[in-house]
């Protein structure tokens, strides 16, 4: 079974400081790991997928299959981040269903 | 390319009323994915089709709801018979066909939140 976990329903830094939005998952197959991003009266949209290996608005994030974990970073949090962020899994061979984390509520105070 | 369309916004039914929700998906794409999602709950997958096919329906229940994404016209989730457990927010996703073994990025609508009274 596919499983993705998001620990943190919640989370909330200081404009200028680093950012990690943890994410685990469990998957027995070969994943492909997306993080997607809902601003506030926003549609849900895509922020990056694992196998771009891009930095989109200053965030990264890296697979690390020793540890099932595809943490998103940024090093400076801008007001603009203040956002839903959902971690979502995919298998590479097989269905195309995505399964979502539960989201982490990010608020980047002034 | 307006994006993917969903309509209505916000549905209200009575208990025992069906809901009928619409998904236009981008221009382009044959793909459509319905997505549910419960209060303070990640999106859940219910059903993937493709035009006049339903590819996967693993996340559906097995009674009152169904898809469909005809030859011509939007996709339609249908939730016959709505009860107060059925009130969430439905999203819908498409995407352009697969290329070979390639899979696309999907794209999300605006959401329709269905209230059952």
């Known amino acids: 079974a596919q499983r993705v976990t998001q620990p943190e329903k919640l989370l909330s830094v200081f404009k200028g400081a680093p950012v990690e939005l943890k994410c685990n998952y469990s998957y027995s197959g070969s994943p492909e790991l997306f993080w997607y991003v809902q601003y506030s009266r926003q549609r849900l949209q895509l922020l990056l997928r694992h196998i771009s290996r891009e930095s989109i608005k200053g965030f990264t994030a890296d697979l690390n299959k020793g540890e099932t974990s595809f943490h998103l970073k940024k090093p400076f949090a801008q007001e603009e981040d203040s956002a839903m962020y959902y971690c979502?899994?995919?298998?590479?061979?097989?269905?195309?269903?995505?399964?979502f984390g539960q989201g982490t509520r990010l608020t980047i105070n002034p | 390319n307006a994006g993917v369309m969903q309509n209505p916004r916000h549905l209200v039914r009575r208990r025992g009323q069906e809901a009928r929700l619409r998904c236009s998906p981008m221009?382009?794409?044959?793909?459509v994915y319905w997505y549910r999602q419960l209060p303070e709950e990640g999106l859940k997958f219910m059903v993937y089709?493709?035009?006049?096919?339903?590819?996967?329906e693993s996340g559906m229940p097995k009674e009152r709801f169904s898809a469909e994404f005809p030859k011509e016209g939007p996709s339609i989730l249908r939730i016959q018979q709505v009860v107060r457990g059925d009130s969430a927010a439905y999203f819908c996703a498409s995407s352009p066909p697969v290329q070979g073994r390639a899979k696309n990025i999907q794209y999300f609508g605006a959401g329709t939140r269905l209230s059952v009274l």
């Open positions: 979502a899994l995919r298998a590479i061979q097989g269905a195309q269903k995505l399964v």
């Open positions: 089709l493709q035009k006049e096919n339903i590819i996967d």
């Open positions: 221009k382009g794409h044959s793909h």
